[in-house]
């Protein structure tokens, strides 16, 4: 069975992910201190509770996280259609505008929008990167989207990948940066964004 990372059940995993990812972080800075506590006081019965707690929640957090990169699957999607990124809000979008061969490079125009009320989005949270379809990765030359949205704005930025000519069925993919993207189970895992790919169709990327 797999499911779709935009779809309502997907939507429930992904704030349930969040939030057992802060308990599970909570309980590891907790658990340690109240079995420490408990040893040099010798009350066994809170110490038996600490090493239960700490790893049922620890238990429980591993087979969440990888059921996540197991179960949720990607999608194909196409220049003009958004991925969604889930910060304090779900209202950062990213897609591919227009994709050109130019000097030996490939120009990605990339749209960055925020359809949030309030809270200010950041763009430069999110590592974009073109692969091939053997799985290789190429990183932009030089980050251009590295301005924070206000509520209800948007702008273009060019981002350039020096991919050789000859590179065949490329797809632009996007996930958050730093380790938390790694750990956090749900949608938010970098395995799981990863999947979703918007493609570069061949005659786009060589004209």
């Given at each position: 069975m797999t499911l779709d990372p935009e779809g309502p059940l997907a939507l429930l995993l992904r704030a349930g992910g969040t939030a057992w990812f802060l308990?599970?972080?909570?309980?590891?800075?907790?658990?340690?201190?109240?079995?420490?506590?408990?040893?040099?006081?010798?009350?066994?019965?809170f110490a038996r509770l600490?090493?239960?707690?700490?790893?049922?929640?620890?238990?429980?957090?591993?087979?969440?996280?990888?059921?996540g990169v197991l179960v949720l699957r990607g999608r194909a999607l196409t220049p003009g259609e958004e991925l969604?990124?889930?910060g304090l809000d779900c209202h950062l979008h990213l897609t591919a505008v227009r994709a050109v061969q130019r000097n030996g490079s490939i120009e990605v125009t990339m749209r960055a929008?925020?359809?949030?009320?309030?809270?200010?989005?950041?763009?430069?949270?999110?590592q974009v990167s073109v692969q091939d379809d053997a799985g290789k990765r190429w990183f932009p030359v030089q980050e251009?989207?590295?301005?924070?949205?206000?509520?209800g704005v948007g702008y273009e930025r060019t981002?350039?990948?020096?991919?050789p000519t000859s590179t065949p069925a490329l797809a632009l993919t996007a996930n958050w940066r730093g380790a938390i993207g790694w750990v956090i189970p749900g949608p938010e895992n970098v395995l799981v964004q990863r999947k979703t790919q918007i493609r570069l169709p061949v005659e786009a990327v060589r004209q």
């Open positions: 308990l599970t972080v909570s309980t590891l800075a907790v658990a340690p201190v109240v079995w420490i506590w408990a040893r040099t006081t010798k009350r066994k019965a600490a090493v239960r707690a700490g790893t049922g929640v620890i238990g429980v957090y591993a087979l969440s996280w990888l059921l969604l990124f889930c929008r925020s359809d949030a009320k309030v809270v200010i989005e950041d763009p430069a949270r999110v251009t989207m590295d301005e924070p949205l206000l509520p981002l350039r990948f020096s991919v």
